[in-house]
T-cell receptor, first 117, second 114 residues
Framework: GAVVSQHPSWVICKSGTSVKIECRSL??????MFWYRQFPKQSLMLMAT?????????EQGVEKDKFLINHASLTLSTLTVTSAHPEDSSFYIC?????????????FGDGTRLSIL | QQPVQSPQAVILREGEDAVINCSSS?????VHWYRQKHGEAPVFLMI?????EQKGHEKISASFNEKKQQSSLYLTASQLSYSGTYFC???????????????FGQGTILTVHP
């Protein structure tokens, strides 16, 4: 199967702290990874698309300087929430695809629950 | 543009059937279906690529009507393990530079009781 690991699973920190979340594809090379944000009882909202070796593509309304994405290798993408504030508290989920074609499924990590005090 | 799912929620007893619909206002090239249990990550169920295509996963199947720009997910003889939120996802366009990103519907909450 396709396994995607996300770490950490839960973060509680003070306002103003920067938080880094890692997303790894464990048994396949992911040309493309996606970062989502999900509020309780709501849908998955795409934040950005991450491609290995190139800059991430952010969705409209997502602050690039606030949510830094780095896709350093074919198996690792990171999301850094810089100077986090309570309104950034949410469930962040990554997903990875074997190929960039839309016919391939996305495989999701277990998500990171971020709570900013 | 976000696809629209209906119904918003379904409550079933074990063994009953349900249908979840996913409609789009724009042309659909494929439809992806996922299930998410509370507090967990979404799990891939199936992709439908062609108009009229039907697929099955255990007792869960789906159809894709390209002309009507909609897909339906059929849950037959539901089990307790089917409980969760079901999302359909649609790509921006066929191929191109969309990198296969998906726009997800708002979700349908399915609850199966004993």
């Amino acid at each position: 199967g396709a396994v995607v690991s996300q770490h950490p699973s839960w973060v509680i920190c003070k306002s103003g702290t920067s938080v880094k979340i890692e997303c790894r594809s464990l048994d396949f090379q992911a040309t493309t990874m996606f970062w989502y944000r999900q509020f309780p009882k709501q849908s998955l909202m795409l934040m950005a698309t991450s491609n290995e070796g190139s800059k991430a593509t952010y969705e409209q309304g997502v602050e690039k300087d606030k949510f830094l994405i780095n896709h350093a290798s074919l198996t690792l993408s990171t999301l850094t929430v810089t100077s986090a504030h309570p309104e950034d508290s949410s469930f962040y989920i990554c997903s990875a695809k074997r190929a960039s074609h839309s016919n391939q499924p996305q495989h999701f990590g277990d998500g990171t629950r971020l709570s900013i005090l | 543009q976000q696809p629209v799912q209906s119904p918003q929620a379904v409550i079933l007893r074990e063994g009953e059937d349900a249908v979840i619909n996913c409609s789009s206002s724009k042309a659909l090239y494929s439809v992806h279906w996922y299930r998410q249990k509370h507090g967990e990550a979404p799990v891939f169920l199936m992709i439908l690529l062609k108009g009229g295509e039907q697929k099955g996963h255990e007792k869960i199947s789906a159809s894709f009507n390209e002309k009507k720009q909609q897909s339906s997910l059929y849950l037959t003889a539901s089990q307790l393990s089917y409980s969760g939120t079901y999302f359909c996802g649609t790509p921006g366009r066929s191929g191109g530079t969309s990198y296969g990103k998906l726009t997800f519907g708002q979700g349908t909450i399915l609850t199966v009781h004993p």
